[in-house]
């Protein structure tokens, strides 16, 4: 979706692009942030667990989180933190 400069007269086309684009995201995907938002330290199946969802499901929406920019996963596998990055 393109926006108009702010001084640009109505019949200004509108070419640039927005800088932040809103990221949808689902139930579950929400969900997952509010967790790791109450305990960054949790594991995959520690998530999936307070989820009641299965771990490869929590790994496939961890992955999507991700690729959408939302959080990421700072230090080793199993000492590591999920940060989120904007919600």
Known sequence: QF????????SY???YPQV???VKI???ENK???VISK???L???EIAFALKRHPDTVKDYLERLKKKGLIKRIGKTSAG????IQK
């Not at 926006?3 to 109505?10: D, G, H, L, Q, T």
């Open 26 to 28: 689902t139930a579950l």
């Open 13 to 15: 086309p509108q070419v």
């Open 20 to 22: 932040y684009p809103q």
């Open 43 to 45: 594991s995959r199946n």
């Open 3 to 10: 926006i108009r400069p702010i001084n640009a007269p109505e």
């Open 32 to 34: 997952l942030l509010n």
């Open 81 to 84: 933190i999920w940060e989120i």
């Open 39 to 41: 305990n960054p330290k």
